[in-house]
């Protein structure tokens, strides 16, 4: 059982350029999310996934987008990276259970945007 | 005005010292919190979850919740040196919010031996 997975985990990309972050979950959960965290900012959503099938905006949507390719799996794709996207993204699953709901992290992927 | 305000620290202790968290919230719907603890370089991971006012203890960590004043706490007892990481609050609302969390920017803690 390897919980929730990210690739890569270090990347860096030149302003402009794309690419996509791979996320994926074997707990058979429904929801995913993609979350930035900074400095001083701390955990941040950007997208999340209710079910597969649906994605809906975060508080920090904007030059991201996200793909629920399947239940295991949730993408989120940079377009034309920018510096004020450099931040470590982690993904996370949902589990709800006996009254708890808890969100289950992936390791992160540190970005650096030069 | 941030949903969930959270002193950054950092803060320090001496091993065996009781350890206080604290997180204020603006948002009354809010029904759910929790405690998440990060290690370094690592993801979040839940420690504590609880539901309204009162408190909830799991061994040496007890979290406490005052919805009357929006304060949500976190103790840990006997705070040992693997105790040092960051330690963020969350919040959730139920109903259509109940998707989404809002974290506390988080504490980082160092437990000194």
């Known amino acids: 059982n390897a919980g929730v997975t990210q690739t890569p985990k270090f990347q860096v990309l030149k302003t402009g350029q794309s690419m996509t972050l791979q996320c994926a979950q074997d707990m058979n959960h429904n929801s995913m999310y993609w979350y930035r965290q900074d400095p001083g900012m701390g955990l941040r959503l950007i997208y999340y996934?209710?079910?597969?099938?649906?994605?809906d905006k975060g508080e920090v949507p904007n030059g991201y987008n996200v793909s629920r390719l399947n239940k295991r799996e949730f993408s989120l794709r940079l377009e034309s990276a920018a510096p004020s996207q450099t931040s470590v993204y982690f993904c996370?699953?949902?589990?709800?259970?006996?009254?708890?709901?808890?969100?289950?992290f992936g390791p992160g992927t540190r970005l650096t945007v030069l | 005005q941030k949903e969930v305000e959270q002193d950054p620290g950092p803060l320090s202790v001496p091993e065996g010292a009781i350890v206080s968290l604290n997180c204020t919230y603006s948002n009354s719907a809010f029904q759910y919190f929790m405690w998440y603890r990060q290690y370094s370089r690592k993801g979040p991971e839940l420690l504590m979850y609880?539901?309204?006012?009162g408190n909830k203890e799991d061994g040496r960590f007890t979290a406490q919740v005052d919805k009357s004043s929006k304060y949500i706490s976190l103790f840990i007892r006997d705070s040992q040196p693997s105790d040092s990481a960051t330690y963020l609050c969350a919040t959730q609302a139920p109903g259509a919010g109940s998707y989404q969390l809002t974290f506390g920017k988080g504490t980082k803690l160092s437990v000194i031996p």
């Open positions: 609880t539901y309204s006012s």
């Open positions: 996934s209710a079910s597969e099938g649906t994605t």
């Open positions: 996370a699953s949902r589990r709800t259970r006996g009254g708890t709901d808890t969100q289950y």
